[in-house]
């Protein structure tokens, strides 16, 4: 037996207007989801515990058996597992956004925040930026005194670490969660350690704003990478042993350093993709391929499709549409096929991590339709794939508790 992990980031939704008040996945055309539904088993999960944020930190943690309630210190410690970066006690470990300001005449904290990825900003443009900052030599004197380092992600996602600061009651805000909005609110508070913070964020956007690379973006029509954003604050996390709990070894393939850094550290093999991009671009052939390399190799396989939740972060309806709809054309269409010609016997676990709002552009913590398959059995129950039909069936509201068990039949 086969088993697939299959996760479409921020796909579930609520209804649209419109969509003629339907749901993304209600509206999308899902034909082999759909064939797949129809003799399975669709339910509903909830993976970002209450009380812990609603993201996919929490969420892709809760997915792969591990309670955030035990184990979450934040989301960078997982992303800097993924680039072997090693936290020493008293390190925290940051997301650094390269973010987009409101190019307006207003003081920093009246600004509003425009994109959370500078635009999809390109991976080779985001490094040398983010490079070029930590580099100039006021940053450099400041980032030194804050005793911060940086690591360029090769995305708009990039970590930071610094050494002999304090974490407890530090507030920081994802950025993804309030586009639009003016700043002076969502920027760090809640200890000493705040104020420094925001005087790089500060001098970042006064160094950045008419840099010749962003000056030269916005020749382009392209969005800034005017600015840096602190989030995901985290210190060294350990998680279990995925061989230990399941009883089984394989591979993530994704295009996010979250769950390379997952992978990397419960035991699993972290696949890096060539062209996998985390948009809408990303290259899903090749994600495919690698999902079937993995179960030449192992009898586990994990897909992580991001662009789902980017398109909605990015106010991208029509982009959303279209990579719900390619999950099911260009993934699990070729794999199912795939897994055919090779007289596999195989188990699906079909879901969104958590609910991306296309009325927010932010992240939702409500339950996600499950769609749970095995080729050996036909339930015959005769639903499409989507949030309604998933609340007809069986409800559970502690992620880390059942979804693995779940695929390998551990229930």
Same mark, same amino acid.
């Given at each position: 037996m086969k088993y697939l992990l299959f996760i479409g980031d921020g796909m579930a939704d609520n209804p649209?207007?419109?969509?003629? *008040?339907?749901?993304?996945?209600?509206?999308?055309?899902?034909? !082999?989801?759909?064939? /797949?539904?129809?003799?399975?088993?669709l339910g509903s999960v909830s993976n970002c515990p209450k009380g812990l944020p609603a993201g996919s930190d929490?969420?892709?943690?809760?997915?792969?058996?591990?309670?955030?309630?035990?184990?979450? !210190?934040?989301?960078?410690?997982?992303e800097a597992a993924a680039s072997g970066i090693k936290l020493n006690p008293g390190d925290i470990a940051y997301r650094c956004n390269m973010v987009a300001y409101e190019d307006a005449d207003k003081p920093f904290g009246e600004k509003r925040i425009l994109s959370h990825s500078a635009g999809s900003i390109e991976g080779d443009v985001s490094d040398e930026i983010v490079t070029a900052l930590f580099s100039d030599p006021a940053f450099a004197r400041a980032a030194a005194e804050a005793g911060m380092k940086v690591y360029p992600g090769h995305s708009f996602r990039h970590i930071a670490v610094q050494s002999?600061?304090?974490?407890?009651?530090?507030?920081?805000?994802?950025?993804?969660?309030?586009?639009?909005e003016v700043i002076g609110p969502l920027l760090p508070s809640g200890n000493g350690n705040a104020p420094v913070l925001e005087g790089l964020m500060r001098l970042a956007q006064e160094i950045l704003d008419h840099h010749p690379l962003n000056e030269r973006r916005r020749a382009q029509g392209k969005l800034p990478a005017n600015g840096v954003w602190f989030w995901a604050e985290g210190t060294a996390v350990a998680l279990p042993s995925f061989e230990e709990q399941f009883g089984h070894r394989g591979g993530v393939i994704s295009a996010v350093p979250l769950c390379h850094?997952?992978?990397?550290? !419960?035991?699993?093999?972290? %696949?890096?993709?060539?062209?996998?991009?985390?948009?809408?671009?990303? +290259? /899903?052939? +090749?994600? %495919?391929?690698?999902? /079937?390399?993995?179960?030449?190799?192992?009898?586990?396989?994990?897909?992580? %499709?991001?662009?789902? *939740?980017?398109?909605?972060? +990015?106010?991208?309806?029509?982009?959303?549409?279209?990579?719900?709809?390619?999950? *099911?054309?260009?993934?699990?269409?070729p794999l199912k096929a795939a897994f055919e010609a090779r007289g596999w016997d195989w188990r699906l676990l079909f879901l969104s991590d958590h609910k991306t709002l296309t009325s927010t552009r932010g992240h939702d913590g409500d339950p996600v339709p499950f769609l749970l398959y095995d080729s050996t059995k036909d339930t015959g129950l005769g639903l499409s794939y989507n949030e309604k039909n998933g609340l007809l069936g069986p409800y559970y509201p502690d992620g880390a508790a059942v979804d693995m068990k779940l695929l390998f039949g551990l229930m």
């Open positions: 649209v207007p419109e969509l003629g *008040d339907k749901t993304p996945l209600e509206y999308a055309s899902l034909p !082999t989801f759909d064939a /797949l539904s129809a003799r399975g088993v929490t969420a892709i943690t809760s997915i792969f058996g591990c309670d955030p309630r035990k184990y979450y !210190t934040g989301r960078a410690p997982l002999g600061a304090r974490a407890e009651g530090l507030k920081l805000i994802p950025p993804h969660d309030h586009l639009g850094g997952i992978a990397a550290l !419960t035991g699993l093999e972290p %696949v890096h993709v060539e062209g996998a991009t985390g948009e809408l671009d990303t +290259n /899903l052939e +090749n994600k %495919v391929a690698a999902v /079937l390399e993995t179960l030449e190799k192992y009898d586990f396989a994990a897909l992580h %499709v991001e662009a789902p *939740d980017e398109c909605t972060h +990015n106010g991208d309806l029509k982009g959303k549409l279209q990579s719900i709809e390619w999950l *099911d054309s260009r993934c699990m269409a």
